[in-house]
């Protein structure tokens, strides 16, 4: 019976932690969002977040998907982003571009 003890023990000890680290991601989340609405962004470049969000790595063409823009849209809201410090290009060279949220990715290594 003490290896049950202490196998609920140590889940419990890292259901708590996830938890902890998905509250950070809420959180990181929604001063993400209300940071930009408060610099003035479109809200496309809302929604961008959102996908964003979503999927961590992200093309323009994913944008473009995900919000029914042209293709010079797309990348326009990618430049609004990575001016605003959310994502960064890739710095491996590839095609089609990667972009990334460094944050993002960090808090999916915790986890």
Same mark, same amino acid.
């Given at each position: 019976m003490q290896w049950i003890s202490f196998f609920l023990r140590a889940v419990a000890t890292q259901? @708590?932690?996830?938890?902890?680290? +998905? +509250?950070? +991601?809420?959180d990181f989340y929604r001063q993400t969002r209300d940071d930009l609405e408060r610099a003035g962004v479109s809200a496309n470049t809302l929604r961008a977040v959102d996908t964003? %969000?979503?999927?961590v790595v992200v093309t323009a063409s994913d944008?473009? $998907?995900?919000?029914? *823009? @042209?293709a010079p849209s797309s990348y326009a809201i +990618?430049?609004?982003?990575?001016?605003?410090?959310? *994502?960064?290009?890739?710095?491996? $060279?590839?095609?089609?571009?990667?972009?990334?949220?460094?944050?993002?990715?960090? %808090?999916?290594?915790?986890?």
């Open positions: 259901a @708590s932690e996830r938890r902890r680290i +998905l +509250l950070e +991601l809420a964003i %969000f979503e999927k944008i473009r $998907k995900a919000l029914n *823009v @042209s +990618l430049r609004r982003l990575i001016e605003a410090g959310l *994502v960064q290009e890739s710095p491996r $060279k590839s095609w089609p571009q990667l972009y990334t949220c460094k944050q993002l990715l960090d %808090f999916w290594q915790k986890v």
